[in-house]
């Protein structure tokens, strides 16, 4: 069945008709192509000549750009041949200077592996000698050395370069040569591992300069609000800006659906989204199904099995999950599978929401917003490669920003892409970085701070009294036992968890993770099977767990306690006080329940050790007159708890960023600020990640749109599509949907 037969299909039957909230047709559009760049060298435009390829006008932008000296970010769709735009570049570098080197970083091993194709078959058709390499953990040891001496284009990831950089002597003929360093998909880096991967890079900065080469910068992104200011942090470069794609796409259908549409008659989403995938594999429609998290991933991947296996038990085999946590093994399998089109439907997380090839699909269904619009275009560009029809689905969630988008579908086709924020002033993150740097080459404060700022004195201090480093005339050295880049995540600041199931470890988990998931007491998926969670190892971070299917599923309960350390900023606003300051955050796990059918039919307690950290906090002190503002009938808690959960929920659709990477904390009578009542928004990462400092700006027009978001709502007293929070830890209680719009109103004037 062909694109637009099954869109016809699904407007046809009842069963799915009733739930389509609009339906966008986004049209074709012809390629905009452009003259061969006379840069390039001879070989390489006769191979162009010879296969008949015609460069896009981007492409052509960006080979001129990094010619001319230029470093350069290209924002363009997923399959607009960003590939083939920093490749021929260095082509041309490598004919006039043969022995010239290139550093490719992938967010992902697995893109290294479609890359290194792609450079390999360049460098057979255009006789141009590249000599690439894949330099990362699965690479041999025997390998390696020959890597190091020979290697023209080494690829690899940001967590190899972390390990390389201390070892940079082996690398001195590499680095002294290094022209060009290719940063893919960098909109991935962004929070916690945007702030490391900013701090990584001017580490290799610095030792490229110390082995006395100075190389240009090429980065490939998902369109952005911010491009130029996002690549300057990131590398602390300015950038040349490409972001017209002149690729050619095909009519492009966009359905916006909502199992919510009759609340007298809701549809599970996630059950909706096992649905609709097993209706587009049946109608031979090769689709991609995203979910949020990796329970659900498991979860619709076996629901949508089971509801073909009624149909069709052989096309039911055809549908598998992939999530982060696979072994790279299953992984892999599971891409080739895919990509040969034997898998005719994939339950994924955003994993796959990368580059990574696995070729043309016809439909994309996201489970819930993905809570930003340039992943929703990134997914839905999954789809419909070159000039083939394709189909994106978005089922919503009872959620406020999601039902914000079906209520109104002009915002959300509308909707310019979101600002990625990178804070390279973390302290937490700099002083690992700092640590690891020391290590590779002394670190002189004098000289050092062109890379890491001006603040980097006391944390060096800091460091020296915890005997991690020690001053040297030469600079400050590390002195600890244990290398330095094994102590310091890139990706988190939190401790890593693993999951044991007789010994084979099938999982890791940061701290957080291991706490919502897999507590003591914890039902786990993996791979569709069920595991008891039973104990905690914490001496070696290991969760033990047992494989059993008790019949149940569990959510755990929380408490967050918070205490300012200092204001940095504030400003006086109708309501009150708003301030932008540090703050120490306590979370308590402190129990469980046991549901079925998202009915709880017992609650346990758990005694788990708090995770305390600090960050940054924007919150709004409220004036007496501010908190009048509610009525005397309205229950004042639930109405500043209300308002907290609707701000939340709106954040991300002004920053890059979604519900699970803040924090909030709502009190009517706070020691921390002389027993006002007080709505603390905080980032849910050590150090902070820049978000409050975004909220801090745009206060008004945040409080504005959570409150448009609440009123619009149909419930009566508050739902999950308005004010409650699947991350509360009080179960949503008490809330106060009046009392909370009343608040809002008074905080945007």
Partial sequence: ???????????????????????????????????????????????????????????????????????????????????????????????????????????????????????????????????????DGDTPQHDRPLIRAQAGFVLTNPYELHQ????????????????????????????????????????LLRICEHYGSSPRFFLSSAT?????????????????????????????????????REMSLPRSVYSESAEILSVLVDSGLQSLCFTGSRRMTELVSLWAKNSLMRRSPEKAKSIAAYRAGYLPIERQELEKKLKEGKMRGLVSTNALE????????????????????????????????????????????????????????????????????????????????????????PVRPEIDTRWFGIGISGQLEALKDNNLIAPTARGF?????????????????????????????????????????????????????RYMVSSWDHENHRIIARQEDPGYYTKVNHQTGITVLERIKSRTIQAGTLVLGRVNVSEWYHGYRRMVDEKTISTESLSLPPITFETVSVWIEFSYAGIQSVSADRDIEGSLHGAEHALIAMMPYHVLCDRWDLGGLSTICSPEADGKPVIFIYDGYEGGIGLSERAYDIYEELCRNARSMVMECRCKDGC???????????????????????????LEE
């Fill in 1 to 135: 069945m062909s694109v637009s037969g099954l869109l016809d299909h699904l407007l046809e039957n009842p069963r799915f008709s009733g739930y389509i909230s609009h339906i966008q047709k986004i049209p074709a559009h012809p390629p905009d192509f452009c003259p061969v760049p006379d840069v390039l060298p001879a070989r390489v435009k006769e191979w162009l000549l010879r296969e008949n390829i015609t460069l896009y006008s981007h492409q052509g932008a960006a080979i001129d750009a990094i010619t001319a000296g230029d470093d350069v970010i290209l924002c363009t769709p997923t399959a607009s041949g960003k590939t083939l735009a920093f490749i021929l570049p260095f082509l041309s570098v490598r004919e006039d200077e043969r022995d010239a080197t290139a550093l490719a970083i992938y967010p992902a091993k697995a893109l290294t592996r479609d890359q290194l194709k792609t450079i390999r078959e360049l460098e057979q058709k255009t006789g141009i000698h590249l000599d690439p390499a894949i330099y």
């Fill in 164 to 203: 390389i950089l201390p070892w940079h002597r082996q690398w001195s003929s590499f680095f002294s040569r290094l022209r060009y360093i290719i940063l893919d998909e960098a909109h991935q880096y962004r929070g916690v591992f945007g702030s490391s991967m900013s701090l990584l890079i001017r580490r």
């Fill in 224 to 260: 952005l609000a911010n491009p130029a200011e996002f690549a300057s942090r990131l590398t602390g470069r300015d950038m040349a800006v490409i972001e017209r794609s002149g690729a050619p796409t095909g009519d492009r259908y966009f359905i916006l659906y909502n199992p919510y």
């Fill in 354 to 441: 990368l580059g990574i090839d696995i070729g043309s699909l016809d439909a994309v269904i996201m489970t819930g917003y993905p809570g930003t619009m340039m992943s929703v275009w990134q997914q839905a560009g999954r789809a419909g490669r070159s000039v083939s029809d394709a189909m994106a689905i978005l089922i919503a969630m009872q959620n406020p920003l999601d039902q914000f988008f079906m209520r109104h579908p002009e915002e959300f086709f509308s909707r310019p892409h979101e600002h990625a924020i990178i804070d390279i002033k973390n302290p937490y993150i700099l002083s690992g970085q700092l640590l690891c740097a020391s290590a590779e080459l």
């Fill in 477 to 529: 050295v590390y002195t600890g036992r244990r290398r330095a880049s094994e102590l310091v995540s890139l990706s988190q600041i939190s401790e890593v968890w693993t999951v044991a199931v007789r010994s084979r470890i099938i999982e890791t988990l940061d701290m957080r993770q291991a706490c919502r998931e897999a507590h003591p007491g914890a039902v786990l998926l993996h791979q569709g099977e």
């Fill in 720 to 746: 999950p599509a308005c004010i409650y929070s699947p991350k509360c830890g009080n179960d949503n209680q008490p809330l106060d949907k009046k009392g909370c719009v009343a608040l809002l109103r008074a």
